[in-house]
């Protein structure tokens, strides 16, 4: 999975990139415009759980890359619209998390001269619905020019599909709370349109509004259409939180009412708002956390581990999580019936510990 950071200049968008890498480089040698990239272990205390009951020689948490992208950035003091740098580097993501900033800071001033976070979520949204649109007003032109010469089905499809597409951005309306067919969203994933990614909006407070998060977020509320969320935190202040260890950083969020910190806070959010679930895989060798998409079966579910074991799928041997903690072991859970053996047909639950039977 894959999430491109975006966000006005100076609304921390570098803090919390380094705060989810743990001040890690993610790629050395970058240029002003290209994006920075690290990739970052999906925290899961039931892996953990997992690894202490099995002891492998080996944990593999999932990953998720963060993608930290120039954009706004223009070197004008009022931000100009995306460059094609930005919209390169977004093209490939399966999310877009949006900082929006909601605390003062004298020394770095507001690049539009005041603060107001429903104003920069509207200001970003019009830049990728103009950006989008854009693309759709070039594509029908290319279609209708082809059409008149070639008359061909699958153009005219895809023409008619761009012109909903048009009138729905004219609206000022987003792609991604466009109806479409199974095959009309395949036909608009090869354009990678910004409007169509689920959106989460993060919205960056200062020290002093963490007890009124809640309310903060609350008068944002109406930006949550169809596949957007919305969540709040302090950036300066989980990077502090980054810095400490395991008890000293427990201690200082329990004295600022900060229930987790920001890198499980987000991906939790993100995985929601992608429709995503783990699965494992345990034994002596390995422990390990797979990443599906709610719905997934068992076969393709098999092909997150290895090609082969798709291909050869014959059964998969399941038992949930917590039915493997409440009786200790995987022996106990088959002496009680718990330990079941299911079919390619078969949906994987979120907390499924599976074991894939193939013919090699």
Known sequence: MQIGIAGLPYSGKTTIFATLLQHKIAEAGHHKHEAERGVVRVPDQRLERLTAMFNPKKKVNATIEYVKVQGFESGAEKPQGMPPQFLANMKNVDAILLMVRAFENDIYPHPLGR?????????INMEFLLSDLAIVETRV????KSIAKTKQEREQHELALMLRCQAQLEQEKPLRELPVSGEEEKMLRTYQFLTAKPLLFVLNISENKIAQA???????APFLAPKCALTSLSAEIEKEISELNEEDAAVFMQDLGIAEPAL???IRVSYELLGLISFFTVGEDECRAWTIRAGTKAQPAAGEIHSDLERGFIRAETVHYNELIACGSLHACKEKGLLRLEGKEYVVKDGDVLNIRFNA
Do not use: G
């Open 214 to 220: 809640a309310e903060l977020e609350k008068s944002l």
């Open 141 to 144: 032109e290319r279609l209708e």
């Open 264 to 266: 499980h806070k987000l």
């Open 115 to 123: 603060l107001d976070p429903a104003k920069d979520i509207e200001f």
